[in-house]
């Protein structure tokens, strides 16, 4: 079974799995696809996490997220007066780590060559596809941003526009790139042209990139991170992704109450453990390799028990404010083959369409994960040479008795660690199914407001701003949710794929 976001992604990796493939082989084929046909959402100029439980066994994790140049210095920030990193800035350019972990997945994990699982994504960049419905949605909200780089506007505002439901799109030069990548590895995006355009490009714009700063991209196979929730084993990848906070929050809701009372009870409760373990996560999250960050402490009892007399049940709680990692675009994958092998994987640009900032020869698209670095010299996420900025994209692996149950993922930018513990507490919870867990409307408690879907009903949006809430009903989707849960004493597989999406689960 395969769950993707975008209907030519999981056909991709069905067939895979129909010609023999294993459930690696299918999710590097979805999400190649995903990159030429989400072009919002992410691409191959940007980063990736992912978990994978070989036969159903504990998973392994590996950190597919790019660096900061060996030329990027927060005292330079500084000196220049820059407080943040701006989105469309060539400084918000780390290096892109999803090729690179693509490769490393493929060589160590796939049964397929680059060149069979590259096909359909080649063929839709090359001959075109037919724009989906929530593909076009994001396209028309970001033509600012599209505008921004004269080479973006030319390849993805045709005429000027952002493309309608229905119209063909190409991506001629990504094609091209993604075929040099099927033939020759990483070496064909991290050395040679691609790199040499892209270094060029953002060092026209400024930036500190160099070719040497491509050719040491590596990803890196870590140690998963857990916790207990109910009779459950919860795993995450460790720091520089936001999976930690996941993990916290899942600690302080087994003291609260998600599953009683009613939807503004739990909507309330959501929010007040959302702020307390989203503070800790802006003060203290960072790339392990470059500060300290006490990962036991945050996971224990000792930090629940500080926490807990902080949140109110019934009144809303203003935190300090600090700097947030503003809301963002990801696509969330996830395959289980026939073994029982559970593939989790996220890929993400940050921002829609990124930094707005396009190699043309290459076709690559590149992120802005860099804003999400401080410019402060000694925060523990200040920007610095080779280092990794705080990542919102997380994927989720649920284990029982030592067997994988669940992988599964929600995309929404720094919304993600909200949203496992809500997906969670809804299906080990309240009882739902995923598919009717993923449907439920939505909230996030950010930046001093409580976000909420239009689908929840008038009088809890009321009971909430009686609690002290500031409300702000949002006019587009919080996030998208794809599971497959293994159902091992029936053999079967249940899968589903969120409705604010295009994609869909489909099991063979």
Known sequence: ?????????????????????????????????????????????????????????????????????????????????????????????????????????????????????????????????????????????????????????????????????????????LANTLRRIAQNGRSAFYEGEVAAEIVAKLRHLGGHHAEGDFAAQRSNWVEPIRTRFRDLDVYECPPNGQGLIALMMLNLADHVDLKGGSVADRTHVLAEITKAAYHARDSHLCDPDHGELPIEHFLSQEWVRRILPHIDGKRAKTLPTWDEVTHKDTVYLTVVD????????????????????????????????????????????????????????????????????????????????????????????LGLDIQSASDAPRSFATEGRLQLEPTFAPDVVEDLRRRGHEIEIVDSPIGGCQAIMIDHERGALLGASDHRKDGFALGI
């Open 338 to 429: 026939r073994d029982l092998n559970a593939v989790s994987f996220i890929n993400s640009l940050f921002g829609a369409f990124g930094s707005g900032i396009l190699a043309p020869k290459s076709g690559v698209l590149l992120h802005h994960r860099g804003s999400a670095f401080r410019t402060i010299p000694g925060h523990p996420n200040a920007i610095g040479p080779g280092k990794r900025p705080l990542h919102t994209i997380i994927p989720g692996m649920v284990m029982k008795d030592g067997r994988a149950l669940m992988p599964f993922g929600v995309m929404g930018g720094q919304y993600q660690a909200t949203g496992h513990v809500d997906f969670l507490s809804k299906v080990f919870g």
């Open 1 to 173: 079974m395969a769950a993707t976001s975008h209907p030519l992604s999981t056909l991709a990796a069905v067939e895979v799995l129909k010609s023999g493939g294993n459930a690696m082989d299918a999710a590097i084929a979805a999400v190649a696809v995903q990159c030429v046909v989400e072009p919002a959402m992410t691409g191959i100029g940007g980063d990736c996490f992912v978990l994978y439980s070989k036969k159903g066994g504990v998973p392994v994790a590996l950190n597919g997220s790019g660096r900061a140049p060996n030329g990027a210095r927060a005292e330079w920030f500084s000196d220049q007066g820059l407080m943040e990193i701006d989105a469309t800035s060539p400084h918000s350019v780390t290096v892109p780590g999803a090729v690179d972990a693509w490769c490393t997945l493929n060589a160590e994990h796939g049964t397929k060559g680059l060149d069979e699982l590259f096909a359909p994504a080649i063929r839709y960049a090359e001959e075109g596809y037919r724009v989906a419905p929530r593909v076009a949605f994001d396209w028309e909200r970001n033509v600012a941003k599209l505008s921004h780089d004269p080479d973006a506007k030319a390849a993805f505002l045709p005429g000027g526009k952002a493309p309608q439901i229905g119209d063909l799109m190409r991506l001629p030069a």
